[in-house]
């Protein structure tokens, strides 16, 4: 049987949660994903992006796989250490790091490794575009 690490309660067959390793020097932040038989460890340079399904979180990561959790995405985002990630709309929470594209045209996208365009709220494109500016170097 599973516990969670914070309450010690166990968790049932259903239940899955997301619990967060905090990182030091030499070891990067991962998630502790707590499915029905097992605990899976994603370490947070590993996700491509979260989206949110209303009381669910879909977490896809650089392997193809997805884990289905049962916290919404404000609930996952907060325990996301990493300054690569940005909320870029209600629904998503992404891994600029894995960015293959910036997409311009209707109304602007993020082209992921998994071939998703993901959406881009109005409000926050010129917070995306001044993390690309500031991490990436742009050739003309």
């Known amino acids: ?7 010690k309660h166990p968790l049932s067959v259903q239940d899955v949660a997301v ?22 460890f994603v370490a947070e340079e590993d996700i491509l992006y ?7 979180s879909n977490i896809v990561i650089k392997d193809g796989r997805k884990f289905i959790v049962s916290k919404n995405i404000k609930a996952v985002s907060e325990n996301i250490q990493g300054l690569q990630f940005m909320r870029t709309h209600k629904s998503y929470l ?3 790091d894995h960015v293959k ?9 993020l ?3 998994d071939k998703k365009l993901l959406p881009i709220s109005r409000d926050k ?13 742009f050739l003309q």
Not at 101 to 109: A, F, I, L, M
Not at 125 to 137: L, Q
């Open 125 to 137: 494109i010129s917070e995306v575009m001044k993390y690309f500016k500031k991490t990436f170097i």
């Open 19 to 40: 619990f967060h390793q905090e990182s030091t020097a030499d070891r990067p932040a991962k998630l502790v994903i707590a499915e029905k038989d097992d605990m899976v």
């Open 1 to 7: 049987m599973v516990q969670d690490p914070t309450t």
């Open 101 to 109: 594209k910036y997409v311009k045209t209707d109304g602007g996208g």
């Open 50 to 56: 979260i989206e949110g399904n209303g009381s669910y």
């Open 111 to 113: 082209l992921m490794p």
């Open 94 to 96: 992404v891994n600029l």
